[in-house]
């Protein structure tokens, strides 16, 4: 879910976008006065605040000097204090030349000139110079020396002035960027449900990570660059000036001519980079689009179209970055030749005067000098100035994302009350850009209530339960709770109240326990503060949240548990009665083990494979396994599983990766095996390309011998080749010295380190038992095991580790929990081996109650992009218990149980029939009257109309309805199912047995039991 989606669930009273009607004005007129009220206090005090009430400033330099006016301040005091050394920089080749060089110093007959001498120039009226230092006489080449050296010594001190301006202003540039990315990323949260469906999140994205990095670069210029480059310019400009008048006008004529004209030339530049930048976001909307429909584009065969539209924007794309670059070139070569124009005015001017005697050779040299210093600055400055009006143009354009119209109020106190009580619609109303789709509703509910409402098959439904969800705002009407708007109501206090699960759960990428408590993070830990200063510091300078993060950030109150480990518990019941308890614990048998998170599951895993080995001897099936052991080939592993003995940590000594991971080359190539496994993947090479000619890509062998794909074939052939061709010469010119050198010169060696590496990557992926090509001897064991503890030594001295070491007394942390529990590989050349093994670890598994603790790993499952991971029904059960685990008052069902197949959700509706209507009340947007007798109240859609309520029954909320008496019992808030209640492998409460079995008809066979689930 985007940003901006995510705030449209968090903010109950959400304003419409673009102007906003008078309807929603009313909407928001219950707490418009306390928004105002509350922001105009903080906006007194915090300049930040009344950025965040209003959208961006409308002003960029206004926006940087608020929120950086100290910094800028202290760094133009910096550039001011650097301004004499730079004059005396400029001035040092002057003296250089005529006092030491030529000698005007000593011409008087002096044989001793006074050096660094210090006197304080004061005004006629003030009386006399002061004199500081009266300097110590040298001779013509001392002073020509200590001359040099303090002009040297002035360069450093220059440089260092620039480099710490330099760092500082950078250092403010990306302070104001985090800045502004973060209140950029806080008004996406903001974003009305209207500014929603007309804005496209990759282009929000796109605008938070491109967009602003040039203006966030440019912030840090904005007033220090032309305070800096302009006095240091002025600077030379009046030294030139001192020196000459004439050659200063010709400097200064030549600058104005580059400031008049250079600017106006560019102005073409920005309405063509304005254009590049629009057309560089609808292009990033696109591509968004696309990967976001890929499987509507794969499944309508759609490639080659979407191919070519994208060409087609790649191509007007292209165009207008042509014509920026041919503009700004042209005008490069015209600011190019302006500033040479000026040291050959200077050459042929300057060197006219010094014949004449009205300019000495030293005041010539330091004029070019100090003009040498002026185009630089210059040019910057004119570059500042065309930066400034293109960061003006995007800053503009970013801000019509984010105007005041399209985001919602700030959320201010207000009332924090149980929704309980009569809650009344009064004329709402929800108009549509294609017209209404509620008209006038008005209804009065008792809260709590169990509440149905009944889909005609259009809109309504759906849109009045997000009505009262807070997730659509009603564009007239209000409603009220005891007679008080809901818009009173603090938006926290609403989305703490109010749960909402829809047809289309929405997932984020983490575990399923980072989504399932998602809804419960929203309370900053008090007992945690944030420990690095400067990090604090920074934050606060940035108007960044100074709470800390990472840090438990749950709200155990809410879920009415006490901590993490019963809020586990808490979830895996909820998991357990819903039916995907299960599934949670496969997830768990695929899941690792943390020795650190999980130290008594870690301790118990080591006693169980004892255990589980232990037994299997007792059984007589010992021979079905075979253990890992680091003195031993495992028969049942790969040549890599061997060689590593454990499980990579990293992707360089995954897969045929490992043939190219320069220590175990070396490893290999010490221990010899590096030829043997050349050999054998020759072997392999030749087998496999005899049994797979002519054969298509997708024949079932390629899955049985995994070492090739089809698309590899026709290299490996090559190799073949080339070494058939290379054994053909050998034996046709014999193998001398010389006809291997001349052999290797026309590229016929044996094998180069390319196709070596290939045929070693093959039969590292061999096991002699499944693939039976008799490649692996015992002599071939042993040298492996003994390469084993090369390689494991080797990569500890190269402290390059990589490999999570598989060790008897230990959990390895990288694999999975199940085959830290096997600890082995089990023999595949035994029939039923699997089976055998499957029942015995699953027997074990029960016995020694390690369910539960396996289970709780299947929360930190990942569900993937979007929750790509997990199945369609999966990521509904995570959206409701996400719900479920928050307690609220009232729960809005609109589609949620719709994936589940109607057997399971008619079971699973059945449940949350018994636990809400007491004290908290139930929404759900039935597809039709079959369960509408279920439900104390019921509405119904008809056309943009609800009616309702209807009394089945006459029942009041609280009573039981019809056919909850054979639903068993209440599941009590914060309820755990005890481990008595645990059924056999997943933990699985006696409900979820009801929910997997009254589901059967629609969902298929009830999941297999966990004895089919302890593979190897």
């Known amino acids: 879910m985007s940003g901006g989606a995510e705030a449209a669930e968090r903010t109950g009273g959400a304003v ?137 010594l002035l360069v450093l001190i220059n440089g260092a002035f620039k480099y710490w301006i330099n760092v500082a202003k950078g250092a403010l540039g990306e302070r104001m960027l985090r800045r502004l990315r973060f209140q950029l990323f806080s008004l996406i949260m903001r974003f009305s449900p209207e500014a929603l469906r007309h804005t496209k999140a990759s282009e929000v994205a796109t605008i938070i990570r491109d967009e602003v990095e040039p203006i966030g670069g440019f912030i840090g210029d904005a007033y220090i660059l032309p305070a800096f480059l302009g006095t240091q310019a002025a600077t030379a400009m009046a030294f030139i000036l001192l020196q000459n008048v004439w050659l200063g006008l010709l400097a200064a004529g030549v600058v104005g001519v580059q400031f008049v004209v250079i600017p106006r030339l560019r102005r073409e530049l920005l309405r063509l980079g304005r254009q590049r930048q629009l057309a560089s976001r609808r292009l990033a909307g696109r591509v968004g689009e696309v990967v976001d429909g890929i499987a509507a584009v794969h499944s309508n065969g759609a490639e080659a179209w979407e191919r070519a539209e994208i060409g087609h924007r790649l191509g007007g794309l292209f165009d207008l970055r042509l014509r920026i670059y041919r503009r700004k070139f042209m005008v490069k070569f015209l600011n190019n030749l302006l500033a040479q124009m000026t040291p050959f005015l200077f050459y042929c001017i ?9 300019l000495s050779i030293g005041q010539l040299v330091a004029v070019i000098a100090a003009y040498r210093d002026l185009p630089p600055p210059l040019k ?10 293109d960061v003006q143009v995007k800053y503009e354009q970013v801000l019509q994302q984010f105007l005041p119209e399209r985001l919602i109020g700030l959320d201010a106190p207000g009332r924090d009350e149980t929704l309980c009580g009569r809650l009344a619609a009064e004329g709402v109303g929800v108009q549509e850009p294609h017209g209404p789709v509620l008209t006038n509703v008005s209804l009065s509910l008792p809260l709590p209530a169990l509440v149905g409402i009944v889909s005609d098959g259009g809109p309504a439904a759906s849109t009045f339960a997000r009505v009262l969800a807070r997730r659509v705002v009603p564009t007239s009407g209000r409603l009220t709770l005891n007679d008080h708007d809901l818009a009173e109501w603090s938006g926290a206090a609403l989305t703490r109240r109010i749960a909402y699960a829809g047809v289309d759960p929405i997932l984020f990428p983490g575990s399923l326990r980072d989504n399932i408590v998602y809804g419960l993070n929203r309370r900053p830990p008090e007992d945690a503060a944030v420990t690095d200063a400067k990090a604090l510091a920074e934050a606060r300078r940035t108007g960044n949240p100074v709470e800390p993060f990472p840090a438990d950030w749950t709200d155990y109150a809410q879920a009415g548990v006490a901590d993490a480990s019963a809020l586990d518990a808490l979830i895996l019941d909820w998991l357990t009665r819903i039916g995907m308890g299960e599934e949670v614990y496969r997830f768990g ?21 004892i255990a589980f080995r232990e037994r299997l001897a007792a059984e007589g099936h010992a021979h079905l396994v075979e253990p890992f052991d680091p003195a031993r080939y495992n028969r049942q592993a790969t040549v890599a599983e061997n060689l590593l003995f454990g499980v990579p940590t990293t992707t360089a000594l995954t897969g045929r990766a490992l043939a190219e991971h320069p220590v175990v080359r070396v490893v290999l190539d010490r221990t010899g095996l590096a030829d043997d496994l ?3 993947g020759e072997r392999i090479a030749a087998t496999m390309l005899e049994i797979f000619r002519g054969l298509p890509s997708g024949h079932p062998l390629f899955e049985q011998f995994s070492f090739l794909s089809a698309d590899e074939l026709p290299e490996y052939e090559a190799i073949l080749a080339r070494r058939t061709a290379t054994e053909a010469s050998a034996e046709r010119h014999g193998g001398s010295a010389l006809n291997r050198i001349r052999r290797r010169w026309i590229g016929l060696g044996r094998y180069g380190s390319a196709d070596a590496t290939r045929l070693i990557a093959l039969p590292l992926a061999y096991i002699e038992p499944r693939h039976r090509l008799g490649l692996i001897d015992d002599a071939f064991r042993e040298r492996l095991v003994e390469a084993r503890a090369e390689l494991r030594t080797t990569l500890d001295e190269a402290g390059m580790g990589g490999v999570d070491f598989y060790d008897p007394d230990q959990v390895c942390a990288a694999a999975p929990l199940r085959d830290n529990l096997l600890f082995g590989r089990i023999n595949q050349s035994v029939a039923d081996a699997v089976e055998t093994v499957t029942a015995t670890g699953t027997a074990l598994v029960q016995e020694m109650q390690l369910a539960p603790a396996i289970t709780r790993v299947g929360l930190d499952h990942q569900v993937g992009p979007e929750g790509r991971f997990l199945s369609s029904v999966q990521r509904a059960v995570v959206s409701l218990v996400r719900a479920l685990v928050r307690r609220p008052d009232l729960l809005v069902l609109d589609g949620a149980l719709s994936p589940l197949g109607e057997a399971r959700a008619r079971t699973v509706l059945g449940l949350l029939l018994e636990r809400f209507g007491r004290e908290n009340s139930l929404v759900v947007v039935l597809p039709n009257d079959r369960a509408a007798d279920r439900f104390a109240l019921v509405l119904r859609a008809a056309g943009t109309q609800i009616q309702g309520p209807e009394t089945p029954g006459q029942e009041t909320p609280g009573q039981e309805t019809p056919g909850q008496e054979t639903r068993g019992q209440e599941i009590p808030a914060g309820s755990v199912a005890s481990p008595e209640d645990m059924t056999t492998g997943a933990g699985a409460a006696a409900p979820a047995a009801a929910v997997s079995a009254r589901a059967e008809d629609e969902t298929g066979p009830e999941p297999a039991r966990v004895e089919q689930d302890v593979k190897a």
Request: hydrophobic share 45%.
């Open 350 to 358: 300057g060197g006219y005067f010094a014949l004449k005697g009205q």
């Open 16 to 152: 419409q976008a673009a102007g906003g009607t008078p309807a929603v004005e009313r909407e928001t007129r219950g707490r418009a006065a306390g928004q105002e009220a509350a922001a105009g206090v903080r906006a007194g005090n915090d300049p930040e605040a009344s950025d965040a009430s209003g959208g961006l400033d409308r002003s960029l330099f206004r926006y940087i000097w608020r929120h950086s006016k100290r910094d800028q301040i202290l760094i133009c005091c910096v550039v001011l204090a650097s301004l004499p050394l730079y004059f005396a920089s400029l001035d040092l080749p002057r003296r250089i030349v005529n006092e030491a060089i030529q000698g005007h110093a000593f011409e008087k007959g002096n044989e001793t000139a006074k050096f660094l001498v210090l006197r304080l120039q004061m005004p006629d009226w003030f009386g006399h110079d002061v004199s500081l230092f009266e300097g110590f006489d040298v001779d013509r080449f001392e002073l020509l020396f200590g001359l040099s050296s303090m002009f040297l």
């Open 380 to 389: 910057e400055l004119i570059d500042w100035d065309q930066q400034r009006l």
């Open 678 to 680: 050349v050999t054998m």
């Open 589 to 609: 048998l695929l899941g690792q083990v943390d020795p650190e998170r999980h130290p008594d599951l870690a301790a118990r895993l080591i006693e169980a494979r």
